[in-house]
């Protein structure tokens, strides 16, 4: 059965350091990996995607996420941290023609001026 | 072009009663799925409904159904309601394809208390 563990369920960071939000699956198959981020009172909006190909996908907002099969990660960066950032992140995985998601935990970051 | 609509977005019931939650799929998008957020149990995949008919269910109790409509709306119902129902219920929309080709599009939910 597939599943995500997402490592920290707090990340605090300070305004313009970097952001590393941890991502593990598991998949018997060749998974199909997503970030979405969800603020406060909203649904989730997604940040990224990997399906195939280069394993570095760019998102919105300045995030990325490296796909490493050799670790089974999907570890989301972001270059410097904006206030705007705060939020809970959420690793989610698929396969093949699956119609549904599979969710990690969440990770709260938090980011202080 | 409008984002998934949900309604209401708050509700209150007492443990026993049903409830139905709403979600209008953003235009064109054929399929309506809907998840269970919860602090302790994260968010949790409920069913996923693609022209009027269920295509895929989540490991939920038989007291959680759901319909589609020939204009992709759906409705989500609970009936029996107990404590622990209390949760964020989200809908997503997609055109149907691959999650890997058509990502969910979500609401911004509708916050369930049961008390």
């Known amino acids: 059965a597939q599943s995500v563990t997402q490592l920290g369920s707090h990340v605090s960071v300070s305004e313009g350091a970097l952001v590393l939000l941890r991502c593990n699956y598991s998949?018997?198959?060749?998974?199909?990996l997503f970030w979405y981020v969800q603020y406060p009172n909203q649904g989730l909006q997604l940040l990224l995607k990997?399906?195939?190909?280069?394993?570095l996908v760019k998102g919105i907002n300045g995030f990325e996420a490296e796909f490493k099969k050799s670790e089974t990660s999907f570890h989301l960066t972001k270059p410097s941290a904006h206030m705007s950032d705060a939020a809970e992140y959420f690793c989610?995985?698929?396969?093949?023609?699956?119609?549904?998601?599979?969710f990690g935990k969440g990770t709260t970051l938090s980011v202080s001026s | 072009k409008a984002g998934v609509t949900q309604t209401p977005r708050y509700l209150i019931k007492t443990r026993g009663q049903q409830v139905t939650l709403s979600c209008s799929p953003i235009?064109?998008?054929?399929?309506v799925s809907w998840y269970q957020q919860t602090p302790g149990q994260g968010l949790q995949f409920l069913f996923e409904?693609?022209?009027?008919?269920?295509?895929n269910k989540g490991n939920f109790p038989g007291r959680f159904s759901g319909r589609q409509f020939s204009n992709s709306r759906s409705e989500m119902n609970v009936s029996t309601l107990e404590l622990g129902d209390s949760a964020l219920y989200l809908c997503?929309?997609?055109?149907?394809?691959?999650?890997?080709?058509?990502?969910?599009?979500f609401g911004n939910g509708t916050r369930l208390t049961v008390t």
């Open positions: 997503a929309s997609s055109d149907g394809t691959e999650l890997y080709n058509s990502p969910l599009h």
């Open positions: 998949s018997s198959v060749p998974p199909y």
């Open positions: 990997y399906t195939t190909g280069a394993t």
């Open positions: 989610a995985v698929t396969e093949g023609a699956g119609t549904a998601l599979i």
């Open positions: 235009s064109g998008h054929r399929s």
């Open positions: 409904y693609f022209s009027e008919t269920q295509r």
